[in-house]
């Protein structure tokens, strides 16, 4: 059973910093390029960043670039999301996905595995 694993979310004054955690299971995760979503209310999902499976290719929103770093650790089957700088306009459920191609995070596309979420909070 593949399952993605949010942690890390929470409640965060404007200008603070939160890493994400997505632990994953039941994949052979080295083989698959990981992204994070987000949904903030009343709004459509959307994308935030994505790493290939090889670790050396990253993409970002332009509405987080400079602010967040994706990373994974193929040896725990995990991967990150470092954002400092929050902004109230980041508050949203994250989300954690996998797919075998990296242009599905970045691309408009919708990858094949998906987690539950974990909630950002930010206060101005």
């Known amino acids: 059973q593949v399952e993605l694993v949010e942690s890390g979310g929470g409640l965060v004054q404007a200008g603070g910093s939160l890493r994400l955690s997505c632990a994953t299971s039941?994949?052979?995760?080295?083989?698959?390029?990981m992204g994070w979503f987000r949904q903030a209310p009343g709004k459509d999902r959307e994308f935030v960043a994505a790493?290939?499976?090889?670790?050396?290719?990253?993409y970002y929103a332009d509405s987080v670039k400079g602010r967040v770093t994706i990373s994974r650790d193929n040896a725990k089957n995990t991967v990150y999301l470092q954002m400092n700088g929050l902004k109230p306009d980041d508050t949203a459920v994250y989300y954690c996905?996998?797919?075998?191609?990296?242009?599905?995070?970045?691309?408009?596309?919708?990858?094949?595995?998906w987690g539950q979420g974990t909630r950002v909070a930010v206060s101005s």
């Open positions: 039941g994949l052979i995760f080295r083989s698959y390029c």
């Open positions: 996905a996998a797919d075998r191609y990296l242009v599905t995070m970045y691309d408009g596309g919708y990858p094949e595995v």
């Open positions: 790493i290939s499976w090889s670790n050396d290719n990253t």
